[in-house]
Nanobody, 124 residues
Framework: QAQLVESGGGLVQTGDSLRLSCAAS????????MGWFRQPPGKQREFVAD????????SVANSVNGRFTIFRNDAKNTLYLQMNDLKPEDTAVYFC?????????????????WGQGTQVTVSS
């Protein structure tokens, strides 16, 4: 059974950096797009970034453009989210997701596998 496990969250200050990891087990997602989503307190889950198979292309939300980078290491079956210059509005539970059968984009509706989430809290 496929499983995604996020790690790397924590409590940081404004301007700090964090790197989230999402380790996949039970199946490989080499040919599938994967993504990161987040759910701020009291709000709905929202798209953060997604990446195609083999790192061929990616997209990021406007709110994190220039600060967050998504990348993957298929040899390790792991997805990453590098977050720089963190702001209080980045505070959320961050989820990784996999979209089997989709090679280039991973939307919330297309995701079939989800991690349990990791909390990121940015203090001002």
């Amino acid at each position: 059974q496929a499983q995604l496990v996020e790690s790397g969250g924590g409590l940081v200050q404004t301007g700090d950096s964090l790197r989230l990891s999402c380790a996949a087990s039970g199946r490989v997602f080499i040919g599938d797009a994967m993504g990161w989503f987040r759910q701020p307190p009291g709000k709905q889950r929202e798209f953060v970034a997604d990446i195609s198979y083999h790192n061929k292309s990616f997209s990021v939300a406007n709110s994190v453009n220039g600060r967050f980078t998504i990348f993957r290491n298929d040899a390790k079956n792991t997805l990453y989210l590098q977050m720089n210059d963190l702001k209080p509005e980045d505070t959320a539970v961050y989820f990784c997701a996999a979209c089997p059968g989709q090679s280039f984009t991973c939307s919330e509706s297309g995701a079939e596998y989800w991690g349990q989430g990791t909390q990121v809290t940015v203090s001002s």
